[in-house]
């Protein structure tokens, strides 16, 4: 007699009830729950679509949509939205064209270009320490998820623009792209206001084609690639959209990332301390090269436990071109597949304790022993994150220069609200208070 499997083990377990997931406000809390009772791999049935959604969680199903088979899976629910605010840059481009433009851009963010933008992140962290540093003498709290926003906006829009942010401050009596920090709705609104700015940009690219004056910045890099077999740059709109690409994505991760490592150490003064005594013994006031941060220890431990904890690219979204398997199951053409890394980072199969602070587990001889599809805050796989190495040294640099003059005034108990939207951030501005320590 032959076995006919029955319908439903076609497809991974899932709810009876169908329901579109991105549409929820508590979308976190349902798909942890959902992860509890189906496992790894769950199918959820859409309300408004006739596709399912299959949300995975279990590091070798990441490593197969992500990167092994990732020429199957292109960016799925949501990108519509992202594309009406970034174009057809990165972020949100398909295939032959983001291949190119990927290439095209890699070389911007190599070591040596990242370390030419070191100056920038000094200057950039202790203005704000100055500021964090005054605030504390004065005894008042700090807007910790303003200030870090305001911070990593300049940051890298110097790393963008260099002289120019200042000639574009001058000529529009401030700076045009203040709009993405004290804007923080991201709706239909925002993204007209910010493709604006697609104006500012054409004009410093003009200028500089004009004055034929090209500095070591991103835009220049952007301006000057020219693809290997055609030997052509890329055209005007491309780069502007490029260009509002990076201002976003490397601004609003990193400033999430910022205001979560603020939050954990005023949690944990015990890593503070750790945290301040390595920056202690770093030169005051210098710029730090590749060498002086690869010798740090809890610094780079506390910001990767923070993007584990708190991975401000939470949830990514794909869909299937063409029939996969995954988990045993046969996935059809149209699935959408969801990846929570907020929840995969918490997998107790490969964390231990996982809902504990502990920057150890990133200590060499732990993370060997990692699976390494575990930890994805910058993503996996070709479409990983380019900005990676800019974001973590920016971020070094900035606990570096801040731990050594300011010490967060313990907090007991600090209750946040998570914002799921595009990046898990506090729902609210998170307030801390500082002590002087020098
Ligand atoms: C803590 C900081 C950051 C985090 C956690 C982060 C995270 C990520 C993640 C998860 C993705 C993949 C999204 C997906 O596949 O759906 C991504 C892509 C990207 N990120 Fe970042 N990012 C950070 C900082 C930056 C910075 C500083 C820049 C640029 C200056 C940047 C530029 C980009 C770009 C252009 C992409 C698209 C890459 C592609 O598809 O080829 N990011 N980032």
Request: with cysteine; glycine share 4%.
């Amino acid at each position: 007699m032959s076995v006919v499997s029955p319908p439903e083990a076609q497809r991974p377990p899932g709810p009876d009830v169908p329901c579109d997931l991105e549409r929820l406000d508590n979308k976190l809390e349902v798909m942890q729950s959902y992860w509890q009772q189906y496992g790894d791999c769950y199918c959820v049935a859409s309300q408004t679509r006739s596709a399912d959604t299959w949300v995975i969680n279990h590091p070798d199903l990441v490593r197969r949509v992500l990167v092994s088979n990732h020429r199957n899976y292109t960016k799925g629910i949501g990108i519509e939205r992202v594309r009406v605010l970034l174009g057809n840059g990165l972020m949100a481009s398909e295939g032959e064209r983001w291949r190119r433009q990927r290439r095209l851009l890699q070389a911007g963010f190599h070591r040596p270009k990242i370390a030419a933008f070191f100056p920038i992140y000094v200057q950039q962290a202790a203005a704000t320490a100055a500021q964090w540093h005054a605030a504390a003498q004065r005894g008042e709290p700090v807007n910790v998820s303003e200030a870090v926003s305001e911070t990593t906006l300049l940051a890298v829009l110097q790393a963008l623009f260099s002289e120019d942010l200042l000639r574009l401050q001058q000529e529009h009596g401030g700076n045009p792209f203040q709009v993405v920090t004290t804007d923080t709705r991201r709706d239909l609104q925002f993204a007209m206001k910010f493709r604006a700015l697609g104006k500012r940009v054409q004009e410093v690219v003009d200028t500089r084609r004009r004055e034929n004056r090209f500095p070591p910045d991103l835009l220049s890099h952007a301006m000057l690639a020219r693809d290997k077999s055609s030997g052509t740059a890329m055209p005007d709109k491309l780069l502007i959209d490029e260009i509002l690409t990076l201002v976003v994505a490397g601004h609003e991760t990193t400033a999430a990332a910022l205001t979560w490592v603020w939050y954990l150490l005023a949690a944990h003064p015990d890593v503070y301390a750790m945290v301040a005594a390595e920056a202690r013994c770093l030169p005051a006031g210098e710029v730090p090269d590749w060498s002086v941060l690869e010798k740090l220890v809890w610094i780079p431990r506390v910001i990767r436990e923070t993007l584990r904890l708190y991975p401000p690219g939470w949830l990514y979204t794909r869909r299937a071109l063409a029939e996969d398997q995954l988990a045993h199951w046969p996935l059809a053409a149209g699935t959408d597949v969801f990846i929570c890394s907020y929840l995969l980072h918490r997998h107790p199969d490969f964390w231990e304790q996982p809902e504990a602070f502990m920057p150890q587990r990133f200590a060499p001889q732990q993370e060997a022993k990692r699976h390494r599809y575990a930890y994805i805050p910058f993503s996996a796989g070709p479409r990983h994150c380019i900005g990676e190495s800019f974001a973590m040294t920016e971020m070094m640099i900035h606990l570096a220069v801040l731990a050594a003059r300011i010490r967060p005034q313990p907090v007991e108990h600090l209750d946040v609200e998570l914002e799921t939207d595009v990046n898990l951030r506090p729902r609210d501005p998170l307030y801390l208070n500082f002590a002087v320590v020098d």
